[in-house]
């Protein structure tokens, strides 16, 4: 079946540390990749995406790059924040029978300290 | 236009009482999603309606767990009899459903739910 594994939390950081967060999955098919992040009381955000082998997803200085020979997707930031503090959530999203829902890994929460 | 919109945003209720949470996507998404969130156990997927289709209820942990979708809109996810290992955050979330794509789904606020 489809699964994700992400790194478990909490992983501390200093402001402007590079960030890398792991993310592995097994999929049937051809599955596209999600970040997702949670800033503390808020709802669940779409960070990046891709959707095919190779793609990159990036945004707000994340990137993230779908690599199929290791099935992984690891979360990268060169440069951290104090306001990237959030949970974050690899997922996978796999089309069955005309339709796709998400499968997360456990999350993985990030302190940014000053 | 307005995003995913969840009620209440916190539910504290007593063993055994029934509960229900209601969703409101986005307008025109045709899809929609509940997941739970809890300690120890993650997000994990529900239930998924699209259109006037039967909706996949594989994740739906027991039978005291129910949803409907009226007019393929407002969504309301029932709870009988609550149990204390039903305490999580109820997450719902729309997408538009492009066949053969991978659709983003838009995720509510959630609501809370603490079962004494």
């Known amino acids: 079946g489809n699964s994700v594994t992400q790194m478990e939390g909490p992983v501390t950081l200093s402001e402007e540390a590079f960030l890398t967060i792991n993310c592995t999955y097994t999929a049937t098919g051809y599955p596209s990749l999600f970040w997702y992040v949670q800033y503390p009381g808020e709802g669940l955000q779409l960070l990046l995406k891709a959707t095919k082998a190779d793609d990159k997803g990036s945004n707000k200085g994340f990137e993230a790059t779908y690599r199929k020979e290791t099935t992984s997707f690891h979360l990268e930031k060169g440069s951290v924040q104090v306001s990237d503090s959030a949970v974050y959530f690899c997922a996978l999203s796999a089309l069955s029978g005309g339709y796709n829902k998400l499968i997360f890994g456990a999350g993985t929460r990030l302190a940014v300290h000053p | 236009g307005a995003g995913v919109s969840q009620s209440p945003s916190n539910k504290v209720t007593e063993k055994g009482k029934d509960v229900e949470l209601r969703c409101d996507p986005i307008?025109?998404?045709?899809?929609l999603y509940w997941y739970r969130q809890s300690l120890g156990q993650g997000l994990e997927f529900l239930i998924y309606f699209q259109g006037n289709s039967a909706p996949d209820k594989s994740g739906l942990p027991s039978d005291r767990f129910s949803a409907e979708r009226t007019g393929g809109s407002v969504s309301t996810l029932t709870i009988q009899r609550t149990q204390q290992e039903d305490s999580a955050v109820y997450l719902c979330?729309?997408?538009?459903?492009?066949?053969?794509?991978?659709?983003?789904?838009?995720f509510g606020p959630g609501t809370r739910l603490t079962v004494l």
């Open positions: 979330a729309s997408s538009l459903l492009r066949e053969g794509r991978s659709n983003e789904q838009f």
């Open positions: 307008s025109g998404h045709t899809a």
